[in-house]
């Protein structure tokens, strides 16, 4: 789901006040309880899982299981 996400943000071009502007996302992904035991592990696996995928060159989507 996410990937699809993804993709359709970076196929879709927004305009902002006249202006075309292209976007791109990068999405950090963990799941529960594959990766955590509660909300707030959650959140930080999710955010570590973020800057891995804008230290991976952005416009991605990276599973927290797959930085280990």
């Known amino acids: 789901m996410a990937e699809r996400v993804r993709k359709n943000i ?12 292209k976007v ?15 909300g707030d ?7 570590q899982a973020l800057y891995g995928a804008k230290k991976g060159g952005r416009d991605r989507s990276v599973l927290f299981g797959d930085l280990k």
Not at 10 to 19: I, P, Q, R, S, T
Request: aromatic share 6%.
């Open 10 to 21: 970076k196929a879709h071009d927004f305009k902002v006040e006249g202006h075309l502007l």
């Open 24 to 38: 791109t996302v990068s999405i950090g992904i963990a799941s529960y309880p594959a990766d955590v035991t509660n």
């Open 41 to 47: 592990e959650l959140i930080e696996k999710a955010d």
